[in-house]
């Protein structure tokens, strides 16, 4: 994996085998970051891909749909496509894919779309 110069600084800096500290500098700045209007797609392919990632892990490890959450039986109302989520939790996914491609624009990528 190629990383740039300016983003090594971006790492976590494990001190311990129990403990893990962020720097400082492990913050990226992504206030000047603007989401270009063509990006707005991939923002939404990338909150719903994240959701099902979510799914997928949480059915690996176990869980399975209910009405509440539920911890010891192992089952979660979030358990479903993601068309069927609430807005709130749309938009909980859509802020983690919002932040991700922002991070990437301040770090100095372009995102294109190759072909369409």
């Known amino acids: 994996m190629i990383v740039p110069e300016q983003a090594r600084h971006n ?4 001190t311990t085998k129990t403990e893990l500290h962020m720097n400082k500098s492990a913050s ?3 206030s000047a970051s603007v989401i270009p209007a063509e990006l707005l797609e991939l923002l939404e392919r990338l909150a719903e891909h ?3 990632v979510w799914v997928q892990q949480r ?3 176990g869980w399975s749909y209910g009405v509440v959450r539920d911890d ?3 089952e ?8 069927e989520l609430p807005e709130s939790e749309k938009e909980y996914d859509r802020n ?3 932040e991700t491609i922002k991070a990437i624009l301040a770090l100095g990528f372009r995102i294109e779309q ?3």
């Open 50 to 52: 994240n959701h099902n």
């Open 72 to 74: 010891r039986r192992r």
């Open 76 to 83: 979660h109302p979030d358990l479903v496509a993601y068309d």
């Open 96 to 98: 983690a894919a919002k």
């Open 11 to 14: 790492l976590l800096k494990i």
């Open 59 to 61: 059915i690996n490890d």
């Open 114 to 116: 190759v072909n369409s």
């Open 28 to 30: 990226i700045d992504t």
